[in-house]
C-alpha cells in the first residue's frame, strides 16, 4: 500500500510569486485535504477536494486554490505570496466512506522572502 | 477562537512510566477525536482515536479517554519508551459534513532513559 507523497520537499519563493504543490493521495483513498503549519503550530485546515470538487474550506483567502484529478492527486496553488505564507504545507488523504481518520504525506516546507 | 487547546506545550516523563497528554476543546458539535505523532521533517502519523458514543478506546500501549461534560480528552501511553518523544497532536472533527480536521498547537514529550 503506498502512503500519501508530496512534492516539492522544500521551495523558496520571493513575494508575489506564485506557486504550485502536489500531493499524491494513498491508494484506496478518494478525499484529499490540504493543511498549513506554522511553526510551533497546530496544522490548520485550508480545504478539502472529494470528487475534484471543493468539499469545505477553511479560513483562507481566494488566492490559496486547489484542484484534484481523476486519480485522486491533487494540487495546492498560491498566487501573491507573501511573507506569512512561509510555512509547512500537509497533504492528507482520507476514504470519504470510512471514519475521519486522515493520513498525511511529509509536507512541503515553502518559505517566501 | 482556539477551538482545540493543549495548554502543556512540553512534557518531560521517564522512560517505563506513564505519559499522560491532555487536550481540551470547546466546540460541542465535535464527535470524533484523534491523536497524531510527529516527528521532525516527517507528517503527522495517525495514532489513536474516538467516538463521541464512548468514553475509551485502547490500542496496545496507547488508550485515549474522553469526558463529554468536561470537554476534555487525555492521551496515555503506558509503558513510556524513548521512540514516543515526538509532538502530539490532538485533533476534532464533526463527523457529518466536510472531514475538517481542527488540531491543537502540539504537546511535545520527551522521554527519559
Known amino acids: 500500500e503506498t502512503g500519501v507523497t508530496q512534492s516539492p520537499t522544500h521551495l523558496i519563493k520571493t513575494r508575489g510569486q506564485q506557486v504550485t504543490l502536489r500531493c499524491s493521495s494513498q491508494?484506496?483513498?478518494?478525499?484529499v485535504s490540504w493543511y498549513q503549519q506554522a511553526l510551533g503550530q497546530g496544522p490548520q485546515f485550508i480545504f478539502q477536494y472529494y470528487r475534484e470538487e471543493e468539499n469545505g474550506r477553511g479560513n483562507f483567502p481566494p488566492r490559496f486554490s486547489g484542484l484534484q484529478f481523476p486519480n485522486y492527486s491533487s494540487e495546492l496553488n498560491v498566487n501573491a505570496l507573501e511573507l506569512d505564507d512561509s510555512a509547512l504545507y500537509l497533504c492528507a488523504s482520507s476514504s470519504w466512506t470510512g471514519g475521519n481518520e486522515q493520513f498525511f504525506g511529509p509536507g512541503t516546507r515553502l518559505t517566501v522572502l | 477562537d482556539q477551538q482545540v487547546k493543549q495548554n502543556s506545550p512540553s512534557l518531560s516523563v521517564q522512560e517505563g512510566r506513564i505519559s499522560i497528554l491532555n487536550c481540551d476543546y470547546t466546540?460541542?458539535?465535535?464527535?470524533?477525536f484523534l491523536w497524531y505523532k510527529k516527528y521532525p521533517a516527517e507528517g503527522p502519523t495517525f495514532l489513536i482515536s474516538i467516538s463521541s458514543i464512548k468514553d475509551k478506546n485502547e490500542d496496545g500501549r496507547f488508550t485515549v479517554f474522553l469526558n463529554k461534560s468536561a470537554k476534555h480528552l487525555s492521551l496515555h501511553i503506558v509503558p513510556s519508551q524513548p521512540g514516543d518523544s515526538a509532538v502530539y497532536f490532538c485533533?476534532?472533527?464533526?463527523?457529518?459534513?466536510?472531514?475538517?480536521?481542527?488540531f491543537g498547537q502540539g504537546t511535545r514529550l520527551t522521554i527519559n532513559p
Open positions: 491508494s484506496g483513498h478518494n478525499t
Open positions: 466546540n460541542s458539535m465535535f464527535d470524533y
Open positions: 485533533a476534532a472533527s464533526a463527523l457529518r459534513g466536510a472531514q475538517k480536521l481542527v
